[in-house]
């Protein structure tokens, strides 16, 4: 096996450290600069090891928003459900992503570097960080054997983290589990040599950790109010399940070999346990509230229970934010931007996130059946395609008709005058902030054409963005005390915000759950973990389960694999789940990179076993609203100082209904006669209203050339390693499928499947 020199940076005698301590005394809610320790003395007593717990937190916690290209926030690749590189290649966001561009495909002079990344948060810096806190506490002479575990517990399980993150992107890579330093007299570095390892030899030493995380670690924190956020025995639990289960998926488990499902699956049922032990569970889960307004709630709470407050919690793994200023020369990320990024342009947001017409379209109706399901109670009209939906829908998208409430006083010195449509027909406050996005157009021609878009309502011009994705908002109407702090003047409007981020969830445990049981036959364990999770939102008996995933493996499989997309949608997780199933083109482009690679499970087809359609090829679309009868000028709705509109007359703006608090019950029902009867009265004139005065049109995202289609390459499965670090590590492997920089460019030799 060809060998790599790997070394991260040099360790300093003196470290800096942080401490994540505040005015609630919540573990990791501030980050302050805490001082400096001595190199040596550092592990001699509880408090100062702590400390340097803190740091391992603060490099290794993944983004609330990851970033705008493939290497996200600090050069980690999480996607956090952004419109990102990542969810671009997913029907959560349209775009053409680099890693679904035919017309430029990746080679290993484009491809991203998430191996040896020249910063402070390489991989291989962070893992150094852990190696160094493993070893420092193991030699203490001075900590109790309890205080060791709870240090190493946490160590273990980052270390864990990081190498779980390489591994899911490349297959197998070498395992550094000590600290390397240089020798005098090695000027080659020849001692640092380390190979790279199978993807079972690091997938074992992932699972190690993280069992060794899961034994040292309590299942809940003493002091709950200071400590909460740090790791836990079920959150251990929780990723060693994730990591098994990628382990399972087709991706790597070409042969369907079931011992890995079982495993898969004995690990994530202990997780699901060890986290209802330390009272992890689904918060709100017997309080759903009118249309999922406690799953809703549960990105904004900290310790998500039902008594707003109490001991069951949702995040299994959670990042938090700050609520002070932190020394500045350590450029902490202070604010999770998340929901300055949701909220429109006219309510002083970043101008609004974008979900896809397909996503829109893709959500259960009211009974839990796909739209246009045939054995379902409901009809799915396009036009009005807020009626009848799943009750999650309403709290993941925002449409026009709408309260969007935000924590706000008097806003009519906000921006420069008369930007806002405050007065006549809009609002004087956030707390009573209507969404009202729908469009005109100028000429019948754009109106027709699906690459034009017309002039918003109340001040949005072109900063509509259609449906707004409102997921993971922090709304006034469920969140009496929200967690930013809205900024009128200095337009930063939402900017501060300390709501956290759950990488982890319970809901996700559940579904990893579902998922393995499945592959390991276990189909009524799966089944009952399917019906927790809809009827925590309301679902009742069977919550419109079809009743043949009972018996049918493949359907089971589908079923748990939508409902993913749409309890988890925007969270980050719909890329890797497309990428573990290969789901862009049922995988039936492996055979060409390497023979042993041909699916011999799964039917040969991913897609065709699940009976889903492949994601290439397929474009993304936003959805439009536009006045049907009404042709303007121009409606950018500017105000005058006295309140009078100054340019276009909104003609519609006076014939507006009463916006939807969310509160209502947003179905109707058909009789045999065609005689809709619908629940709620406000519910009735908004679908009357777009009834008269609406047309959806759907925009194409992908771009207007037809010829462009997105195309995820076979080869893109497993990433290969980027020129620098194999310039960097002179015999570094490269993955097949990809060129090797020091063979000419030819192919990679790594088989990142072979045992």
Not at 113 to 132: K, T
Not at 532 to 538: N, T, Y
Request: charged share 25%; net charge negative.
């Amino acid at each position: 096996m060809k060998k790599i020199n790997k070394y991260g940076s040099i360790a300093l005698l003196t470290i800096t450290v942080v401490v994540f301590t505040g005015c609630s005394d919540q573990f990791l809610e501030d980050k302050k600069l805490y001082g400096s320790f001595n190199g040596t003395t550092i592990y001699e007593n509880y408090e100062s090891a702590d400390n340097r717990i803190a740091y391992l937190y603060y490099i290794m916690l993944p983004s609330a928003t990851g970033g705008s290209d493939l290497t996200g926030s600090m050069g980690d690749m999480p996607s956090t459900g952004t419109s990102d590189q990542y969810s671009k290649c997913t029907e959560e966001y349209g775009g053409i992503s680099g890693l679904m561009n035919p017309n430029s495909p990746l080679d290993y002079e484009t491809v991203t570097d998430y191996f040896n990344l020249d910063n402070n948060y390489s991989p291989w810096v962070r893992i150094r960080e852990c190696n160094d806190m493993i070893e420092g506490v193991i030699g203490s002479e001075s900590l109790t054997e309890h205080q060791k575990q709870l240090l190493l517990g946490q160590a273990f399980f980052f270390r864990a983290w990081r190498y779980y993150l390489m591994v899911m992107m490349y297959g197998g890579v070498p395992i550094i589990d000590n600290v390397q330093n240089p020798i005098i007299g090695d000027s080659e570095g020849i001692h640092l040599v380390v190979p790279r390892s199978s993807t079972k030899e690091c997938i074992d030493f992932i699972c190690k950790d993280l069992q060794t995380a899961a034994d040292y670690l309590p299942a809940r924190w003493e002091s709950e109010n200071k400590n909460f956020g740090r790791i836990t025995s079920g959150a251990a639990l929780a990723l060693k399940g994730r990591v098994e289960l990628l382990y399972a998926s087709p991706l790597f488990n070409r042969a369907d070999d079931v011992t890995r499902w079982e495993t898969a699956y004995q690990t994530n049922l202990a997780a699901v346990k060890k986290l209802e032990e330390g009272n992890f569970g689904l918060a709100y889960e017997n309080n759903s509230g009118k249309n999922a307004a406690g799953w809703g709630k549960i990105f904004s709470d900290y310790i998500g229970s039902e008594g707003g407050g109490g001991t069951v919690s949702e995040a299994v793994l959670v990042t938090l934010y700050n609520n002070v200023s932190p020394a500045e020369h350590l450029q902490l990320e202070k604010w999770n931007g998340w929901e300055h990024s949701l909220r429109p342009a006219n309510a002083g947001g970043g101008g609004g996130m974008t979900p896809t017409a397909e996503m829109v379209d893709l959500f259960p109706m009211a009974d839990g059946k796909k739209p246009n399901d045939m054995n379902g109670s409901y009809d799915y009209n396009q036009e009005l395609f807020f009626l009848n939906r799943d009750p999650r829908f309403y709290r993941t998208f925002a449409f026009p008709g709408v309260e969007w409430k935000f924590d706000s006083d008097d806003l009519k010195s906000f921006g420069e005058k008369g930007q806002l449509p405050y007065g006549i027909n809009g609002y004087t406050t956030g707390n009573n902030y209507k969404l009202w996005n729908y469009c005109w157009y100028d000429n019948v021609d754009d109106r027709n054409s699906n690459s034009k878009s017309g002039y918003a309502a109340d001040c949005l011009g072109t900063k509509n963005t259609g449906i707004y994705l409102r997921k993971r908002t922090d709304d006034l109407a469920l969140n009496s005390n929200p967690l930013y702090i809205f900024e009128k003047t200095s337009g930063n409007g939402f900017r501060q915000s300390a709501a956290p981020y759950m990488e982890i969830r319970f809901a996700e445990v559940l579904l990893n759950y579902a998922e393995a049981a499945c592959g390991a036959n276990h189909f009524d364990e799966a089944v009952n973990a399917l019906k927790r999770i809809r009827k925590r939102v309301g679902y009742t008996d069977n919550c419109g389960l079809d009743p043949a995933i009972f018996n049918d493996r493949a359907k089971l499989f589908e079923a748990i694999l939508y409902e993913r997309q749409i309890e988890l949608a925007y969270e980050g997780k719909r890329f890797h789940d497309v990428r573990r199933w290969m789901l862009f083109d049922g995988g039936v482009g492996q055979e060409a990179l390497k023979s042993t690679w041909k699916l011999t499970g799964f039917n040969g087809n991913t897609c065709n076993y699940l009976g889903v359609e492949p994601l290439n090829g397929q474009r993304r679309h936003r959805i439009e609203v536009y006045a049907k009868n009404f042709i303007a000028a121009k409606s950018n709705n500017v105000y005058k100082e006295d309140k009078t509109i100054n340019e276009t007359y909104d003609e519609l703006w006076n014939k507006r209904p009463t916006a939807l608090s969310l509160t209502e019950d947003i179905t109707c029902t058909e009789s045999a006669d065609d005689e809709i009867t619908y629940a709620d009265a406000k519910v009735k004139a908004l679908a009357q209203f777009y009834q008269e005065h609406f047309k959806r049109k759907n925009l194409s995202t992908d771009g207007n050339d037809e010829t462009i289609l997105p195309t995820f390459k076979p080869y893109y499965y497993i990433l290969g390693f980027k020129k620098n670090a194999m310039q960097n590590n002179v015999s570094l492997e490269q993955n097949i499928g990809w060129g090797d920089y020091w063979r000419g460019g030819a192919d990679g030799t790594f088989d990142p499947l072979a045992e």
